[in-house]
């Protein structure tokens, strides 16, 4: 075989292209929220090519399970970040919902009870993490307590700096014991979130999803996206990086998170498990019977 | 107007086809598993009906999600319960697989844990109950203790004959609070248990659905027949009817299920809220900022 093939660079994966680089300082202005990098061309292929990933993820999804029955612990959790009509409920209505519903276990985290602000920031978070073989979902995370906890000033100084190493001792503890980790920046423009708040206006249908209070968070954008770019910056580890996902286009970003968990999931390979008894011994006492003990 | 139009019945509904009669015994026996009542003729047939249910099904759901974020308590839950392969799963997988995953809430019932078998049998199932807006699924439920708590003699007789009354309380103060209660008995047939058993032990990807112990509890299966028509029996109630639906062809269980829950959701008739805020100063407010706070 001659040198080159041996170097051969793999294909491009959705990982390598979208993840954001490791110790290295983000500016989100640097990257375009309509981008589509490595994606389809156009809506109706990308449309076309996300369903073509439903039978494979599930397939992945059914194996990441059937291995948990035989003792196998891993699992995976989706975080799912990003400013307000992100697309993070579209996600998981379109991405999601082409797994099993019964493998997957999502939460959404809004502001925190009383109850869960007694408790260390992480405590509600652990109590929703995945079972062994299952798809955590998460509608915003953790981050919200450097996000919001940051741009809103919910915390002292000191101990908003304290949390993103917490963040990332947590998240490497989690890394240890099996669970894969895919942490999602959804990127909206300004312009965009606009838009998308508008048409929240005109349709009486989305009245329900719309909040006055959404016009005041938009009001400190420049202050969540310094924070965005901190969080991924300190948190974005070897263990757990971010993705970054460009979201204006809501068929770029379904096709990139499907893309993305495909990968992940094809990395862990997980396997149907060997039978534990005697296949032929079974099929002969089920063969063996009365042919209908409900008769007579 | 003529007489008889006022007496015109309704269209037949599969609520009304497939309800078990309130107050009358059961006879299992004198129900074909696998007969098709009102519905599609054949699997092609029944497969296109049941794809037509999913934009009807998905959109009551956003409904009923969207009025609970303005006070409305109503929710639904759907209780499964069958024979092993029975198609418990297979129903989560192709009917709840057409709603928007984060409006669902799962809970698969196994054999208690030791802290579960320390409170009621009913501790387990009121923490697992859906919320305000959500369609909240049961595979397995609280009848498993008049099921294989019968039948297995795991609780005095005296403790199992409270357990139907405790049953239908529980039931009623459930629907009193504004929960729909949809409880699905998916009958099939011992021959076709036997063929699903046999399919498990052909199909390497499918051997870690099956388990020995399941050949025993099948040598059981009269007596499970029997403790399934006392429960059907004993708590099919005006409040929470049973259904049984005819299991052993799978796409018409899909299509059964599916039809039965879209006419519970069109019954419920959920509405989007309307606006709680000032729509056009919302709009003007949005229209007034700067064109991009993120320049310069």
């Given amino acids: 075989m001659p040198k080159k093939d041996k170097h051969k660079p793999s294909p491009p ?3 390598d292209a979208l993840r954001v680089p ?3 300082p983000v500016d989100l202005s640097s990257y375009a929220a309509d981008a589509t990098p490595l994606g389809p061309r156009d809506k109706e292929r990308g449309v076309a090519a996300t369903a073509l990933l439903a039978d494979p993820l599930a397939g992945l999804q059914e194996r990441l399970y059937a291995a948990s029955t035989a003792g196998d612990h891993r699992r995976l959790l989706l975080v799912l970040q990003g400013m307000d009509t992100s697309g993070k409920g579209g996600t998981v209505k379109h991405v999601i919902g082409l ?3 019964s493998g997957c276990r999502i939460r959404a985290f809004k502001a925190p009870t009383e109850e869960e602000r007694a408790h260390s920031f992480l405590w509600r978070i652990t109590k929703a993490l995945p079972e062994a073989g299952e798809i955590g979902i998460f509608d ?3 981050y919200e307590d450097v996000l919001i906890g940051r741009v809103r000033e919910l915390a002292p100084p000191q101990e ?3 949390r993103y190493d917490q963040i990332n001792n947590f998240e490497r503890s989690l890394t240890d014991s099996g669970v894969t980790i895919v942490k999602v920046f959804l990127h909206i423009s300004y312009e965009k979130q606009q838009q998308r708040l508008l048409e929240r206006l005109d349709n009486p249908e989305k009245y329900w999803k719309f909040n006055p209070g959404d016009i005041e968070e ?3 954008w ?3 996206q310094e924070a965005y770019e901190i969080a991924l910056e300190r948190c974005s580890t070897p263990a757990a990086p971010w993705y970054l996902v460009p979201a204006d286009r809501k068929w770029y970003r379904n096709w990139a998170i499907s893309s993305l968990l495909l990968e992940h999931l094809t990395a862990l390979d997980p396997q149907y498990p060997k039978a534990d008894f005697d296949i032929e011994e079974c099929r002969r006492r089920l063969l063996a019977e009365a042919p209908d003990v409900t008769a007579g």
Same sequence: chains 1, 2.
């Fill in 222 to 224: 420049p202050a969540y």
């Fill in 218 to 220: 938009r009001a400190l």
């Fill in 13 to 15: 994966s959705v990982r």
């Fill in 22 to 24: 490791v110790g290295a």
């Fill in 160 to 162: 908003i700096e304290r």
């Fill in 140 to 142: 915003r995370s953790h």
């Fill in 99 to 101: 797994f099993n519903p």
